[in-house]
């Protein structure tokens, strides 16, 4: 069932998204959205171009980012809304990642090709985008030059294999993220840090997609909820009906917000649409309580 509010949305300024804000804010309006949230990873960039290009419409932008972060030595993404995006400190963040990035995309490459993947660099630099190389380009690279399906490595990509449904971003989880063989570690913020930079903004913080990153843990989910955050991105692309479940219980019993999103990039997610969430008829609460948390922020 598609949902009228997708609040977790990337744009052609996180290196992993494909479309610019003024073809998402397009996109929602075909898709019947009321709300839409551009959330790129540790970026602003997109938020005001968004919100010129919904002017007059009946689609309603809310600014966001999703940071990077870690908390008792797991990654976490914290999506921040409706915060201050024209405050200097975003663009710093952005620009130091940035930075890390592009150090690293030779290493992440290298160790790719250690695990025996093999690529082609020209289609790379054809698919990078401001310099930073990134695990699904890889990807879709290595698909390109195995044409000929030689390498087993890369099966489960393939057609009708087991992680074929977002070949690009699967493999990404599957070898370049925390822990896997082509991991190339990033200096992140901690957790406490990045929930005082969003609320010394005005930001309403969230954490996303938590089935991902910290599974249905409940006492590492017990610290995050007392590290202060705000609410749980209960409905997702990447959540089992159990998974949602647990989550909105959680949110239930600790008063947070929930909240519902697609975390839509294009091609390296091929399977995941905008609007394409199901909320369990919950837009109207959803925004509503969201829309309250950030006026008091």
Not at 14 to 29: C, Q, T
Not at 91 to 101: K, N, P, R, T, V
Request: with cysteine; charged share 20%.
């Amino acid at each position: 069932m598609m949902a009228t509010i997708d609040l977790h949305i990337h744009s052609h300024y996180s290196s992993d998204g494909d479309f610019s804000p003024e073809e998402l804010v397009a996109r929602g309006l075909q898709a019947g959205l009321t709300h839409l949230a551009i959330a790129d990873h540790n970026a602003v960039r997109g938020i005001s171009v968004a919100l010129k290009s919904a002017e007059g419409t009946g689609l309603t932008v809310i600014p966001a980012i999703e940071l990077d972060c870690i908390f008792e030595g797991v990654n976490l993404h914290l999506l921040g809304y409706g915060m201050d995006h024209s405050a200097a400190v975003f663009a710093h963040i952005e620009a130091d990642l940035h930075q890390q990035e592009k150090a690293n995309s030779a290493r992440l490459m290298a160790l790719v090709r250690q695990l025996g993947i093999e690529f082609d660099d020209r289609v790379i630099e054809e698919l990078v985008f401001d310099g930073v190389v990134t695990g699904e380009m890889i990807a879709e690279a290595a698909l390109m030059y195995d044409a000929e399906a030689k390498n087993p490595l890369l099966d489960p990509y393939r057609g009708n294999g087991e992680r074929s449904d977002n070949p690009f971003v699967n493999f990404y989880w599957d070898y370049c993220a925390q822990g896997k063989p082509a991991d190339v570690p990033m200096r992140f913020m901690n957790l406490g840090e990045a929930i005082d930079l969003l609320q010394s903004n005005h930001g309403v913080t969230v954490l996303a997609h938590p089935g991902v990153n910290i599974k249905e843990d409940p006492v590492l989910l017990q610290a995050i909820v007392a590290a202060g955050i705000a609410g749980l991105e209960v409905y997702s692309s990447y959540h089992t009906h159990k998974q949602a479940a647990f989550y909105r219980q959680a949110v239930l019993a600790n008063d947070l917000l929930l909240t519902c999103g697609s975390d839509f990039h294009g091609k390296t997610k091929q399977s995941i649409h905008i609007g394409g969430v199901d909320c369990e008829g919950q837009e109207g609460e959803i925004v509503d309580a969201l829309t309250r948390a950030i006026a008091l922020g």
